[in-house]
């Protein structure tokens, strides 16, 4: 198991790496990008989202309206700008849950091992005989269709990846004998699973998430498209979706933009995901 | 010489033409067979005529149910299942002569007992029936007088009663099928009508089949079974799915939606028909036991602040009319005063009337009332023409710092959360025939059961509603309509948006099928080329 | 084998037995009553009470779970709340629709994914390879339910070849199988590569091709076949993404299979049809991940001796 690569080198090899993939690079500018648009929303966007613009309902793309506008008249351009918002909401938050709970509970299993284990690693085998729409739609049934319940609902059906993920690096440390060092100086279990276990963590943990962003938002997207996630008017790219599908015949517009709004974050995110996992990881380099 | 030679040509290709394309022969019997494809965007609730709430399960009774009364193409009343009827002089005793030789779709013979069975089943409260039941309003007790003849007694005399029984609702179910199926019934009903139930494929389409010994039809359709083999429900959730499949000739009749209507006019290869909606096609309704809309001020200022004419053009592309009260122009004792009496669009009044009410702006213009911010929530059902309209209903409401919130459930349980009164306010439409649908949506005997939705109170409505429903003289009826319409719109239950006009296009292969002025398309008559 | 087959099924008792726990728990884990959920709040006293008997929450937990666990053996999952017919008649007549479009994509997904991977793999044109790749990542990460409105938009509405509303039929199935089937192709193409290629460094590999075997007959006798094999359990694992991927595409092309059940189910507050699917899913989705693994055992003999 590779330890954890001291900051600074990391940073400098990563940009020599990436400058010999533009590919990656225009990917994680991409991601740059949309961070940026996210917070600068109300500057970049040139309509308020919401707003219902007289005698402009399903204008075509034009110069006035980049992306043309929806059956009740919004700018869709700037509906897919206020998106990136909620997009990166459903990002940071899906990943935040599953993480979080992945970690704690792959930490737990692999550090004491025995019944905690048996018991984390059978909530977990039950949790991955599910597969993940499936189950976040059954969360969803108990909580009720909304954007939160969906952003938690996928959040939970992604816990065991990172659960299985975190207790294979903690068992490996352990067989390792490395921590059996740490303990016998003395040092309390907590201190060792923070200083020595979760440092080890976060490159497989990384590749991970970046990954797993991208399938979140597919399946948070699917979601409100299904309608059992963000409702109207919130300009989600799913809801979005889910509105257009009326006007296909009359309005491509409406259908075009938001779905390659979610392919290109998606795809830059798997991208990245692909670059870091062999750049962090270089045994599974293929 | 070349004149000559181009006539024989001519002649020659006429001749040639004759024998490939010979012409119809006149009076040529349609022809038996094929299959008639309808389509909805909502899966019936039940088949139960009696049990539904549904307005797709009352078309589909049409074809698999025959009512003891109904009305011609004109609207006039025509035998159904009783070949005659009378009334006593003081409307409490209605007599009933039944036709013979009608049979149930399961063999057993339709009587006098059978009229009885169903008709109390249809009252009875276990029933739980929210549409039927109340057809037959006050019937006190129903007498078998002979092996064809029947008594209806009444408590109080009921002026829509003769309508009430042409709705198909009020068909007549068989009394063995209904003992023996119990719950199952409804996944497969049992009537007289011309077609009989065959299949229902969850989510996808209901079969009928051609009741090929169906020979008690109305007048204003030929004697006999119907010409078409089958009779097919398909369910297509999404409008423009449907539009694609109707052009695609996966569907026989088509009622278009707005988006559409346009383009598939402009083919020219379509049948088509156009009427308005028999019933308001959509309105906001309130629940009055719920904050902010038990205030009436804020009730009323939301009828001034909503601007129907863009709902209308947005939501509907401008095909139907803006609605102002519980009744449309389309249903007798409607009250045309009521588009000048009804709040128009007033937004300086909309806000004084908020602000009397005490929601005053407060920071970002966000009306506030002792701290807390003007939101509510509406229920609405997954219908694109109601999405499209609650969002614009919501834009406009923002523009005073109102927020208003979309939730959107299946129509079904719609209807349940409605009935229970979890809703602040929420859309819903209604077909039906006759003025007689106010008691449904306003007396106070249909809280939780019926469709009185805006969970409201009062006497006074209810005395006006019992007295349309007895008052036999036709002038004082709409006089009373009148009011009860006026009243309504004074105590702002709802905030009426729109009717819609139905544009039914029907593929160019169907011959003979006809439009009832009732809004569904008779079919007894249609042959598939 | 006799002894591996019988230690794969023991395992199988856990997972058998946490799928039905959870999807009984289900009903219990609902914040809130779920009686009063499903009826509404204003529902009447003897309602409720007839549908907590109904639904047997009058009784203890744990012999909840044991009638719960018992009537699903029998096959009775209770009754739709919605349509009062019994669960199991719902599934089973949406079952064949989703089974048929999930094997249809799965077919397509593998025959199209792996030769992909394998070329991939084995051509010596980096073009080749990376437009290969390419397309693989454009599939993973186009959402289904957009690439299947743009099927719709081509094929059916401006082509008019393929129907949108049928739902029974070969041509029915191409344009869902289609939009299912492409995440999946593309995770196969890039397993399969990625295996093919780790074989091909091999030992043994090299061993062949010093002996002067053609290159050809090198790859495909011996590195594919080989490396076909943990492409297997990822068919597997892909079959549970392609049932749950239907629940979206079955939306989208407005079949009526169990996914577009369980969301109607989910937005009517229907909970015991919600349970008997993703019981029912789940459950197949376990029986086919053993079937792999089995097969998997089968083809390579290491594993046996494990």
Known sequence: ?286 | MVAWRRLARIVLLGVALLVLFPLPRLYAQPRVGGELVLVSGQEPDTLDAQKTSAAVTGTLMRYLGDTLVTKDLKGNYTAGLAKSWSVSRDGLTWTFQLKDNVKFHDGTRFNAQAVKVSIERAVAPETKSPIAGALFGPVASVQVTGELAVVLKLKEPFSPFLDNLTDPRAMIVSPQAVQQLGDRFGRSPVGTGPFKFQEWRSADRIIFARNPDYQWGPSYVHAGPPYAERLVLRIVPEDASQVAAFERGELSILTAPPTDVKRLQATGKYQLSTFLRKGVGLFLEFNVTREPFSDLRVRRALNYAIEKKSVLAIALEGLGEEAYGPLPPSIWGYWDGITSYAPGYDPAQAKKLLAEAGWRPGEGGVLQKDGKPFAFTIFIAPIDTWRRSAQIVQAQLRAYGIQMDIQTFEFGTLLAKFRAGEQQGGFMGYTYTSPDIVQLWFHSSNIGTGLAFSHYKDPALDKMIEASRTEVDQQKRLAIYRDIQKYIVDKALWVPLWTNTNYVFIQPSVQGAKLHPDGFVVVNDASLR | MQAYLARRFVLLVPTVFGVTLAAFLMLHLTPGDPVAIMLGEFASKTDVTRLRRDLGLDQPLVMQYVRFVERAARGDLGTSIRSRRAVTAEISDRFPSTIGLTLAAMLLAISVGVPIGVIAATTKHVAVDSAAMAFALLGLSMPTFWSGLLLILFFSLKLGWLPITESEGIRALILPAVALAAPAAAVLARITRSSVLEVLRQEYIRTARSKGLVERLVIYRHAVRNALIPVLTIVGLQFGGLLAGAVIVESVFARPGLGRLAVSAILARDFPMVQGVVLVVAVMYVFVNLSVDLMYGFLDPRIRYQ
Do not use: K
């Not at chain 1, 969906?150 to 390792?176: D, E, F």
């Open chain 1, 1 to 286: 198991m590779s330890s954890a690569i001291p900051q600074r080198s990391a940073v400098v090899l990563m940009w020599r790496r990436l400058r010999r993939r533009p590919v990656v690079a225009g990917a994680a500018m991409v991601l740059v990008a949309l961070v940026v648009l996210a917070a600068a929303a109300p500057y970049v966007a040139p309509y308020d989202p919401f707003i219902l613009i007289p005698g402009g309902t399903l204008h075509p793309p034009s110069r006035q309206f980049l992306f043309g506008t929806d059956e009740l008249g919004r700018d869709i351009a700037s509906r897919v700008v206020y998106g990136t918002r909620i997009s990166l909401q459903i990002g940071f938050v899906t990943v935040g849950i599953s993480l979080l709970f992945g970690t704690i509970f792959g930490l737990l299993a692999g550090y004491y091992g025995g019944r905690i284990e048996g018991a984390i690693m059978a909530l977990m085998d039950v949790l991955l005989a599910f597969p993940q729409i499936l189950l976040a739609l059954a969360i969803l049934a108990m909580l009720g269709p909304s954007l939160t319940n969906a952003m938690i609902a996928v959040g939970i059906s992604g816990v065991p990846v990172y659960a299985r993920t975190a207790r294979g690096v903690t068992l490996a440390l352990r067989s390792m004998d490395y921590l059996d060092a740490a303990r016998a100086q003395g040092a309390a279990d907590l201190r060792i699973l923070l200083r020595h276990v979760l440092p080890n963590m976060i490159p497989p943990i990384i590749v991970l998430a970046t990954a797993g962003m991208g399938i979140s938002l597919l399946v948070a997207a699917g979601l409100s498209y299904l309608g059992l996630g963000a409702q109207p008017p919130a300009p989600e790219w799913g809801a979005m979706l889910s509105e257009a599908r009326a006007y296909l015949r009359n309005a491509w517009w409406m259908a075009t933009f938001p779905g390659l709004a979610i392919m290109v974050v998606v795809l830059s995110l798997n991208l990245c995901g692909d670059w870091l996992r062999d750049f962090l990881d270089p045994r599974l380099r293929t």
